[in-house]
C-alpha cells in the first residue's frame, strides 16, 4: 500500500506528529492526518511512514499499541467485513448460552461444542490464516494457554495485525475451551458464567472496588485480575459503565445482590431503577 505525499505537507505532518505526547494522540493522528488505520503500518511502503511509526517507551506502551491496533481493526475493519476473523470471548459465551438455555440435554450440548471448538480451531488455521508463521502463532497462544495458563506477552514488540490476530484468537478460543471443559464437569456453574464482562465490572463498582482510584488502568489491573478477563477491554469499559446501567442490567445485578444477602447494595441498585 502506497501513501504519497508532497515534500512539504510531509514536513509539516512529521513537524505536528513529533510534538505528540500520547499514544492514542498518535492513533487519532494516523486517522485524521494520514487517513489510515495504524494497525495497517506494515501494509505501507516502511519509507513512506518511517516518521510516523509509534517507537513504544517500555513494555506496557508496547502492550498498548498491539492492544489499541486488534481493538481498531475490530471497530474498522470487521464492522464492513462479511466474515469475521477475530474471536471474541464475550460473544462466544453469549452464543453458547442462549442455546444452553433451551437445551433438553446440556452434557450432550456441551460435548457437541468441544467438537465445534476443532472445528473452529481448523477454519482458523486454513482459511483465515493462510501463512505456516500465523497457524504457529495460533497454536502457541492457544497450548501457551490451555495447558499452562500462559497468557500471551504483548509487550516485548509492536506485532502486525495478522500476527495479533493469529495469537488473539489461539488465546481467547483456549479461553473458551476450559471454559467448556469447566462446564461439562459441572454444568451447574453455566447459570453463575451468565454475568457478561459489564455486569461483573458494574457489581464490583457497587461493590466500591477500586472506588478511591482515579487512574482507569490502575483500576483496570484490579478488575481485571478478579472477574479474569483481558486488561484492555476492562480498561475501555470504564468509560461505558455509567450508560450501561440500564434496566436489563441493573435487575440482573438486584438478583445477585439478592442471593449474596447484600441488602444494602440491594437498595443501591433498587434506588437506580426506580429513577430509570
Not at 104 to 121: G, T
Not at 130 to 158: G, T, W
Not at 205 to 226: E, F, M, T, W
Request: aromatic share 10%.
Amino acid at each position: 500500500m502506497n501513501m504519497v505525499m508532497l515534500k512539504g505537507e510531509k514536513e509539516r505532518l512529521i513537524d505536528r506528529f513529533n510534538g505528540l505526547k500520547t499514544i492514542d494522540e498518535k492513533f487519532n493522528f494516523w486517522m485524521t492526518e494520514l487517513k489510515r488505520p495504524y494497525y495497517l503500518w506494515a501494509s505501507i511502503v516502511y519509507s513512506e511512514i518511517e516518521p510516523f511509526i509509534i517507537h513504544p517507551k517500555n513494555p506496557r506502551e508496547t502492550e498498548l499499541i498491539n492492544a489499541k491496533c486488534i481493538e481498531l481493526y475490530i471497530d474498522r475493519a470487521e464492522r464492513i467485513s462479511p466474515k469475521k476473523r477475530v474471536l471474541i470471548l464475550e460473544n462466544l459465551r453469549e452464543v453458547f448460552l442462549e442455546k444452553y438455555k433451551s437445551a433438553k440435554n446440556r452434557l450432550k450440548l456441551i460435548a457437541v461444542e468441544k467438537v465445534n471448538i476443532e472445528k473452529i480451531k481448523e477454519e482458523n488455521k486454513q482459511n483465515r490464516f493462510p501463512f505456516l508463521f500465523q497457524e504457529r502463532l495460533f497454536d502457541k497462544a492457544f497450548n501457551d494457554f490451555y495447558i499452562n495458563n500462559i497468557i500471551p506477552n504483548l509487550s516485548d514488540k509492536v506485532n502486525e495485525i495478522e500476527e495479533l490476530i493469529s495469537i488473539n484468537n489461539g488465546y481467547i478460543l483456549a479461553q473458551y475451551s476450559l471454559w467448556i471443559d469447566e462446564l461439562l464437569k459441572k454444568p451447574y456453574l453455566a447459570k453463575g458464567q451468565e454475568l457478561t464482562h459489564i455486569q461483573q465490572m458494574l457489581i464490583l463498582d457497587y461493590l466500591d472496588i477500586g472506588k478511591d482510584i482515579q487512574n482507569n488502568n490502575k483500576k483496570a489491573d484490579i478488575y481485571a485480575s478478579l472477574i479474569r478477563r483481558d486488561w484492555e477491554t476492562t480498561r475501555q469499559y470504564f468509560s461505558k459503565l455509567n450508560s450501561e446501567r440500564t434496566p436489563q442490567n441493573l435487575n440482573i445485578i438486584l438478583e445477585y445482590f439478592k442471593k449474596a444477602g447484600l441488602s444494602e447494595k440491594m437498595k443501591l441498585v433498587q434506588k437506580e431503577l426506580d429513577r430509570k
